[in-house]
């Protein structure tokens, strides 16, 4: 079948459409994505201001209409911690379902880290063993960790790239005490759930899924997107350092230059190293293996396993007849 994933970040909104069938790997048909930035929409209390709550608007009309020009039999349309947090999310979500008609689901946090793990898990498969599994994404960090297709623990934390930029690096080019500031509020709120996490038992595999990872992996020197999907790519510990400083020595513009960063993400790029340095420290990550697959793919295998079991459960009960 083919399906249409509507996702709604902090940072970008992305439609990709993919042919899906149980038991195989989805088949991209077309993609389409926009830097929103609804981060930088937001009021004093956090609520999606006007002008934000129109430019997602115009983006879900153009991503209905992109998904039913390519023949997608249903939306999966999903928002992750902009929408989730604003204090005017729900009626924006009901603005947009009654004026799109388009079901817009709220990930919470855990569920978000818990669905991001399950693709780790089909993409890495058995062998990988125990996981453990970053995700930096613009508003929080998920992680989560097991040994099964769903984590034994999920967790989201308040340390995305985007928010932690915007609250702790002002300057284009920060000061050692920002950069102090943001590495020891990132390792406490780390430090807090760590417990729940490292209860699981040592990872066999530790994995990162999001555009931070990758992109830091690409300055630390990991094979370009362009070489495919199956290119295995790692993030060490030991570059963490290095690329912090090569960052927060240059403006967000010389930033844009180095391999594997946006100019959409050159300011935000920087936060996201200081945090994932965190994480590394706090769970006693030494290499990091990178996932193509994230939240998007996660998506699309639990509704496929979804379908798969409606269609077992049908198929027994005409047996029974």
Do not use: C
């Not at 639990?302 to 005409?318: N, V, Y």
Request: aromatic letters at 6%; glycine letters at 8%; charged letters at 25%.
């Amino acid at each position: 079948m083919r399906l249409a994933v509507l996702d709604i970040g902090s940072n970008s909104v992305h439609l990709l459409v993919v042919d899906a069938h149980v038991g195989a790997p989805p088949l991209p048909a077309t993609s389409h994505k926009e830097v929103l930035r609804l981060a930088e929409y937001l009021r004093p209390d956090g609520s999606i201001d006007d002008a934000g709550q129109q430019r997602l608007r115009d983006f879900v009309a153009e991503a209905v209409e992109i998904a039913e020009d390519q023949g997608a039999e249903q939306i999966l349309a999903f928002a992750t911690s902009a929408v989730r947090d604003a204090p005017n999310g729900e009626a924006l979500i009901d603005s947009i379902s009654a004026q799109l008609g388009v079901t817009l689901n709220v990930m919470s946090g855990r569920d978000e880290a818990r669905v991001t793990f399950l693709a780790a898990r089909r993409w890495f498969g058995w062998s990988a063993g125990k996981i453990l599994l970053l995700d930096i994404g613009g508003g929080s960090l998920e992680i989560a960790a097991g040994q099964d297709e769903y984590p034994q623990a999920a967790v989201s934390v308040p340390l995305g790239a985007g928010r932690t930029y915007a609250d702790f690096i002002p300057d284009p080019i920060p000061t050692a005490e920002e950069i102090h500031r943001l590495r020891k509020y990132a390792r406490s709120q780390i430090g807090r759930i760590a417990g729940d996490i490292n209860r699981v038992g040592t990872p066999d595999h530790v994995v990162g899924s999001s555009k931070t990872f990758r992109s830091l992996a690409r300055i630390a020197g990991a094979a370009p997107s362009g070489d495919g999907i199956y290119v295995p790519r790692k993030l060490f510990r030991r570059d963490l350092p290095g690329i912090i400083d090569t960052l927060s020595s240059r403006t967000p513009e010389q930033r844009a230059t180095l391999p594997g960063v946006s100019e959409a993400r050159a300011g935000q790029v920087l936060a996201g190293a200081i945090v994932a340095e965190a994480a590394f420290t706090i769970f006693d990550v030494s290499v990091m293996s990178i996932s193509p697959w994230a939240l998007r793919e996660g998506i699309i295998m639990r509704k496929l396993d979804l379908l798969d079991s409606a269609e077992a459960t049908s198929a027994m009960r005409a047996a029974a007849d």
